[in-house]
């Protein structure tokens, strides 16, 4: 009978080159990874696409959540998923640009709808009478608001257009999602300036007889701030993380 010894010296030290049982190899671990994030992704695209639709939002809270905790859970488990910081900066960003390209594209080409005078001069009535005040009173139609129509016209056809895009990209790992997202976040600042601006020159217009005047206007445009938020990220991240 060979009893077993603790120290033995003769013969050559055995080295982990057999895979231990349940351990899996490189392409399992790529396939493995890639399908805990395309399922975490299932959920939190159906959770933004909801938010951005304004009011379903509060259907796509929990949906979008479940999401963030199978790719937390995926993290947890080891395996390589895309970082948790660049799935919410991305997805906040996506938000973003859906809800201002939905609610603004309402506002421009389908103005005398039942659904936007519903929503759009209900929100007039209680955060910003820029919607409110001669609504569909111009020959373009929609807010008369001094300032407001360029602003929604322009945006919507470039800045919240390339928003949607770049964080696509962004999500996708790319490098020019990457690229596209530290210029159309840049962008968002130049925009929060001239909102703020505007909204404050004709404040007159904007908050005389609303609901929520200056408690309306933080509670909606506090969001706004996402791109101040993302920009220190995108200009130290390791841009090789990002494929070309």
Not at 174 to 198: A, E
Not at 199 to 209: E, N, P, S
């Amino acid at each position: 009978m060979n009893l077993p010894l603790l120290k033995r010296k003769s013969g050559p030290k055995v080295t982990a080159t057999v895979p231990v049982t349940g351990s899996v190899n490189l392409e399992e671990h790529h396939d493995e990874s890639r399908l805990a994030q395309r399922r975490a992704d299932k959920w939190m695209i159906a959770g933004a696409a909801l938010m951005g639709m304004w009011a379903p939002g509060l259907i796509g809270l929990p949906i979008f959540m479940r999401g963030v905790w199978l790719q937390r859970q995926a993290l947890q488990a080891g395996l390589s998923v895309r970082p948790m910081i660049v799935t919410l900066i991305g997805y906040l960003v996506l938000i973003d640009g859906m809800l201002n390209s939905l609610g603004w594209a309402l506002d421009l080409v389908a103005n005398h709808t039942l659904i936007n005078r519903v929503l759009m001069v209900g929100w007039g009535a209680m955060f910003d009478a820029g919607y409110f005040w001669h609504y569909n009173e111009a020959w373009i139609g929609g807010a008369a608001a001094p300032g407001e129509k360029s602003m929604v016209f322009g945006m919507i056809l470039t800045v919240f257009a390339m928003r949607c895009a770049a964080a696509i990209g962004f999500l996708q790992m790319k490098r020019w999602g990457h690229q596209w997202m530290i210029i159309t976040c840049w962008m968002g600042v130049l925009i929060w300036c001239l909102y703020v601006f505007n909204m404050t020159m004709y404040a007159d217009v904007r908050y005389a007889g609303v609901v929520f005047p200056v408690i309306g206007w933080w509670l909606y445009d506090i969001f706004y701030i996402t791109p101040f938020l993302a920009i220190p990220y995108l200009h130290t991240v390791n841009r090789e993380i990002f494929s070309d």
